[in-house]
């Protein structure tokens, strides 16, 4: 069956230091793979899309990387700060431009 | 990008009873609006594809009976859940795809509403 798994439910981190989260897939073949934010009872806010010929993508301190023989991506948020606080999801884009989302994880950065 | 309201943002309902949720586009015109459902620290699940003009497309799993979607403009899509019951307590949420933007498959997501079935 198919299945997007996000690496943890929670990540605590101090300040400053760099934030990586994981998303692993089975059973998908996705032509793009986007970051989503969510704060508590709010929708979810883009972030980034990596394509499946792109190995690494980078806006402000985010980075993300797809691998797609892994079947995997990572986000990392560098220097975070106590603002980066909030639920990350990946999400697959399909070839129907239907997205299929991870569980999401939670980060919260200790000042 | 493209700002997307929804109403209400809270809801309590009865059982039984039928609830309409609104999703607006505010500044440009959605052919395409998808409704997701999450509930609590679980993953948006898609629930069906809203095109203007036509039927609305339905996930595996998911009663188009009772969930009655209805995109009648292109700035426009409400989701009625019909005969609520406590099970049907969840956050719904919806989103556009804005297909001029540079990243196509970028959507925009709506605040969500949050419903509760006594």
């Known amino acids: 069956s198919q299945k997007i798994e996000q690496n943890s439910e929670a990540l605590n981190i101090q300040e400053g230091k760099t934030a990586t989260l994981t998303c692993n897939y089975t059973n998908y073949s996705p032509a793009y793979l986007q970051w989503y934010r969510q704060d508590p009872g709010r929708g979810p806010v883009f972030l980034l899309l990596?394509?499946?010929?792109?190995k690494e993508k980078r806006k402000e301190r985010l980075k993300v990387t797809f691998d797609t023989t892994l079947k995997q991506s990572l986000f990392h948020i560098t220097a975070s700060q106590p603002a980066d606080s909030a639920t990350y999801l990946c999400?697959?884009?399909?070839?129907?431009?239907?997205?299929?989302f991870g569980a999401g994880t939670t980060v919260t950065v200790r000042a | 990008g493209a700002v997307v309201s929804q109403h209400p943002s809270r809801v309590i309902c009865k059982s039984g009873t039928s609830v309409k949720i609104e999703c607006r586009s505010l500044?440009?015109?959605?052919?395409?609006m998808f409704w997701y459902r999450q509930f609590p620290k679980q993953s948006l699940m898609l629930m069906a594809t809203?095109?203007?003009?036509?039927?609305?497309?339905?996930e595996q799993g998911v009663e188009k009976d009772k969930f009655l979607i209805n995109h009648a403009s292109l700035t426009l899509s409400t989701l009625t859940v019909t005969s609520a019951h406590p099970e049907d307590s969840s956050f719904y949420i919806c989103?556009?795809?804005?297909?001029?933007?540079?990243?196509?498959?970028?959507?925009?997501f709506g605040p969500g509403t949050r419903l509760t079935v006594l």
């Open positions: 500044d440009f015109q959605a052919t395409t």
């Open positions: 809203s095109n203007e003009g036509s039927k609305a497309t339905y």
């Open positions: 999400a697959l884009v399909l070839n129907d431009y239907k997205l299929s």
């Open positions: 990596i394509r499946e010929n792109e």
């Open positions: 989103s556009v795809r804005d297909l001029i933007s540079r990243i196509s498959n970028e959507q925009f």
